[in-house]
Nanobody
Framework: QVQLVESGGGLVQAGGSLRLACAAS????????MGWFRQAPGKEREFVAA????????IYSDSVKGRFTISRDNGENMVYLQMSNLNPEDTAAYYC???????????????WGQGTQVTVSS
C-alpha cells in the first residue's frame, strides 16, 4: 500500500505563490500517474492537475491553467505543484493522489494523501 504525504500548504496573500510537495513510498513510483485534487469546505472534490509517469503528459483544470505547474522527480519519489498568482478561490485542502491512467475523474485514482491546507487571503 503506497503512502502519500503532502506538505507545503499554508496561508498566503492573494497574488502570492506556494509550492506543494508530495512524497510517495514504494519502488514503482515512475510507473504511476500522479495527481492533485482539492476540496473546499462545502464543495465537492475538484481535479487540479495530473502528470504521467514519465512526465510527458500534464493536464490541468481550466481554473488553474497558466497559474499552476505540476512536476515530478522520479528519482526522489516526489511530485510537486507550483502555484502562482493565487486567489481566494484557490483556498482548499489539496490532496495528492496516484493512479494508473491520467484523467480528471477522481475515481481513476486509488491512493490518496491526507491533504495539506492552502488558505489565500484577499
Amino acid at each position: 500500500q503506497v503512502q502519500l504525504v503532502e506538505s507545503g500548504g499554508g496561508l498566503v496573500q492573494a497574488g502570492g505563490s506556494l509550492r506543494l510537495a508530495c512524497a510517495a513510498s514504494g519502488r514503482t513510483f515512475s510507473r504511476y500517474v500522479m495527481g492533485w485534487f482539492r476540496q473546499a469546505p462545502g464543495k465537492e472534490r475538484e481535479f487540479v492537475a495530473a502528470i504521467s509517469g514519465a512526465a510527458l503528459t500534464k493536464i490541468y483544470s481550466d481554473s488553474v491553467k497558466g497559474r499552476f505547474t505540476i512536476s515530478r522527480d522520479n528519482g526522489e519519489n516526489m511530485v510537486y505543484l507550483q502555484m502562482s498568482n493565487l486567489n481566494p478561490e484557490d483556498t482548499a485542502a489539496y490532496y495528492c493522489t496516484r493512479g494508473s491512467r491520467i484523467g480528471t475523474n477522481g475515481g481513476m485514482y486509488g491512493s490518496w494523501g491526507q491533504g495539506t491546507q492552502v488558505t489565500v487571503s484577499s
